[in-house]
Structures are given as structure tokens and as C-alpha cells.
């Protein structure tokens, strides 16, 4: 069966977000005051071939853990679906 | 009334996607060759101070077109919520 997931990555929240603060500094001389506390992370999408919705979960974890996220400074979510 | 906003920037479908492409290189290396089709995008979360729905949506979909993405290489997608 194959999944697709969608990854989000972002920035910890206790930790300052500089992209993000140059973005939203960005948005005052845009004409969009209303727009504040812009965080950037990154959004992931891939497929995964497995056999159900579980392992299929453990892969995506196993791929955040090593590869995607840098639990250091990031944290991750994701949502997996049946690919159509 | 302030909003959430919850974007997802990510290249064309049409077009190579280089970096998502090493990481799906690396997934072999990994011991993940289940997955595959790996694509790298951006997410940004911010705050919106609007009036309705309406009106913070023009306000994210400006953001989005003027300085968030790049339509020539990158679509995009939001969902906003009111902010708890």
C-alpha cells in the first residue's frame, strides 16, 4: 500500500525565528501591519510504500528522527493518508 | 478578531525539485528505500488582525503573492483558523 505524508517542520517555539522576524518586518513595509509572529519552517511531502498505516508511520518517524528534523532547534508533525 | 494563518509553499508539480530529490537519495542510504517522491517546501505559520475571515483571507492571500511565494516556480495553500 502506498502513503503519502505531509510534514510539517518548525522552529521550537523558545527559540527566536530570524527568517521568520525579517518576514514579518517585511510585511510592516508591505502595507500589512496586521500580519505579526511570521515563523518559516519546512513542509515535506513524500510517499511511502508499506504495509499498513503503522509501519508506514514508524518509516516516517525514522525519517524525520535521522534525516528531515533537527530536534535540536525543530520539532515535526505529520499527517499520513492513503495515496489515491 | 485574530486569525492563524497555516501556509504551505511548495514547488510546481511540473518542475524538478533538486533537494527534495537528495533527500530521497539519501532515504536509500538511510535504509529507507520505501520512500520516495520526496518534495521540499516551505511552511509558515503567523498572525493575522482582522476584522472577519474575509478580510484576513485577502490579507494572507497579498503576503502570499507579493512576498512569500514565487509563482513562477512555487504554489500555495492556507488555511486559517481563529487564533485561541
Known amino acids: 500500500m502506498k502513503f503519502k505524508a505531509e510534514i510539517d517542520i518548525m522552529p ?13 518586518g517585511a510585511m510592516k513595509n508591505l502595507g500589512l501591519p496586521e500580519i505579526s509572529g ?3 519552517g519546512k513542509h515535506i511531502t513524500l510517499q511511502v510504500e508499506a504495509d499498513d498505516k503503522k509501519s508506514a508511520e514508524q518509516k516516517v518517524e525514522q525519517a524525520c528522527r535521522q ?8 520539532f515535526y508533525r505529520y499527517s499520513l493518508a492513503p495515496e489515491k
Open 38 to 40: 511570521v515563523r518559516v
Open 12 to 24: 521550537l517555539e523558545a527559540l527566536l525565528d530570524p527568517q521568520g522576524k525579517a518576514v514579518s
Open 67 to 74: 534525516l528531515l528534523c533537527n530536534e535540536i532547534m525543530e
